[in-house]
């Protein structure tokens, strides 16, 4: 399934770009570029797609895509009501040789190399000390000349201290192949999904959507994703069942059928198989979690 090729703005006069999304509908679709991106959802829930992995993202994420690997942020249908919630995105595009091509080969710029490398799966930037990177990368997007420079760099070489503990987001065998004749069925096929998952997608319709035969269209989706289309459509449901475990408004039997799931021992078998833990365990987890965080901003400094 072919993913847009993006061209990133660039000028002469700044090696890299930066900038802060308030609509999210900003490059919303499939879609590839040569330069990494680094990514901060300071508000913003929706569905993420990298690579072959679909999961969650939520505000506070911190995300490295490498060079030429697709990936898609949909955002929650929240987002796009009238008085609805606002988004508030900064993206950082950069490539890997922005500073010139001995860059990283000094040896003090070992790990930033590492990290660069480590990225082309994708990296879930997560840490004790994230708070610091973020707020460089916000200050990065605000500033100018050398010192958006200086705040770039040190948020670079923050994070590739931790490259011990980064783990990659897309799967070790995925791999993309680019014909021009699908340049648009990947959309397409994402969009019906979410339009439908809550109710059962028969296999004929989706191939019409694509624009296929079924036969084909079972080859054709499992060579390029890496799954099968039940096995994502699954992903799928289970992402918005985290939503809504996370939103705590609901009964769990309540979240497998709002979600899409026909009953509970189905709904039961693919979130733990997706997510590596049960929904209610994952919902309790999600509140030690926030109890922890919230302590520890109340706690004197």
Same mark, same amino acid.
């Given at each position: 399934?072919?993913?847009?090729?993006?061209?990133?703005?660039?000028?002469?006069?700044?090696?890299?770009?930066?900038?802060?999304?308030?609509?999210?509908?900003?490059?919303?679709?499939?879609?590839?570029?040569?330069?990494?991106?680094?990514?901060?959802?300071?508000?913003?829930?929706?569905?993420?797609?990298?690579?072959?992995?679909?999961?969650?993202? #939520?505000?506070?994420?911190?995300?490295?895509?490498?060079?030429?690997?697709?990936?898609?942020?949909?955002?929650?249908?929240?987002?796009?009501?009238?008085?609805?919630?606002?988004?508030?995105?900064?993206?950082?595009?950069?490539?890997?040789?922005?500073?010139?091509?001995?860059?990283?080969?000094?040896?003090?710029? #070992?790990?930033?190399?590492?990290?660069?490398?480590?990225?082309? #799966?994708?990296?879930?930037?997560?840490?004790?000390?994230?708070?610091?990177?973020?707020?460089?990368?916000?200050?990065?997007?605000?500033?100018?000349?050398?010192? #958006?420079?200086?705040?770039?760099?040190?948020?670079?070489?923050?994070?590739?201290?931790?490259?011990?503990?980064?783990?990659?987001?897309?799967?070790?065998?995925?791999?993309?192949?680019?014909?021009?004749?699908?340049?648009?069925?990947?959309?397409?096929?994402?969009?019906?999904?979410?339009?439908?998952?809550?109710?059962?997608?028969?296999?004929?319709?989706?191939?019409?959507?694509?624009?296929?035969?079924?036969?084909?269209?079972?080859?054709?989706?499992?060579?390029?994703?890496?799954?099968?289309?039940?096995?994502?459509?699954?992903?799928?449901?289970?992402?918005?069942?985290?939503?809504?475990?996370?939103?705590?408004?609901?009964?769990?039997?309540?979240?497998?059928?709002?979600?899409?799931?026909?009953?509970?021992?189905?709904?039961?078998?693919?979130?733990?198989?997706?997510?590596?833990?049960?929904?209610?365990?994952?919902?309790?987890?999600?509140?030690?979690?926030?109890?922890?965080?919230?302590?520890?901003?109340?706690?004197?400094?």
């Amino acid at each position: 399934m072919k993913p847009k090729l993006l061209k990133i703005y660039a000028n002469d006069i700044e090696s890299f770009s930066a900038r802060r999304d308030l609509i999210p509908t900003v490059n919303s679709i499939w879609h590839y570029h040569e330069e990494l991106e680094l990514i901060y959802f300071k508000a913003g829930e929706g569905t993420q797609f990298i690579g072959d992995s679909i999961k969650r993202f #939520r505000s506070g994420d911190v995300v490295l895509v490498g060079a030429n690997l697709p990936h898609y942020w949909r955002f929650d249908h929240d987002y796009f009501q009238e008085g609805g919630k606002s988004a508030d995105v900064y993206v950082i595009h950069f490539r890997a040789a922005f500073l010139g091509a001995g860059f990283l080969e000094v040896p003090e710029n #070992r790990e930033v190399n590492k990290l660069i490398n480590h990225s082309s #799966r994708g990296l879930q930037i997560s840490f004790p000390n994230i708070d610091h990177v973020i707020n460089l990368i916000i200050k990065t997007e605000s500033s100018l000349g050398h010192q #958006r420079l200086l705040y770039f760099l040190e948020a670079l070489f923050e994070i590739s201290d931790h490259n011990h503990i980064l783990k990659p987001i897309a799967s070790i065998g995925f791999k993309y192949n680019y014909l021009n004749e699908e340049q648009d069925q990947i959309q397409a096929i994402y969009n019906y999904t979410f339009s439908n998952y809550k109710r059962k997608i028969t296999l004929v319709e989706i191939s019409e959507v694509a624009k296929v035969s079924t036969n084909t269209f079972c080859k054709f989706f499992k060579s390029r994703s890496k799954k099968n289309y039940t096995d994502f459509v699954n992903e799928i449901r289970v992402g918005q069942a985290c939503k809504l475990l996370i939103e705590n408004k609901l009964r769990i039997n309540e979240v497998c059928f709002e979600s899409g799931f026909n009953n509970f021992a189905s709904f039961h078998k693919c979130f733990k198989k997706t997510m590596g833990k049960s929904p209610l365990q994952y919902q309790k987890l999600f509140v030690a979690d926030n109890e922890a965080i919230n302590k520890n901003k109340k706690a004197p400094k």
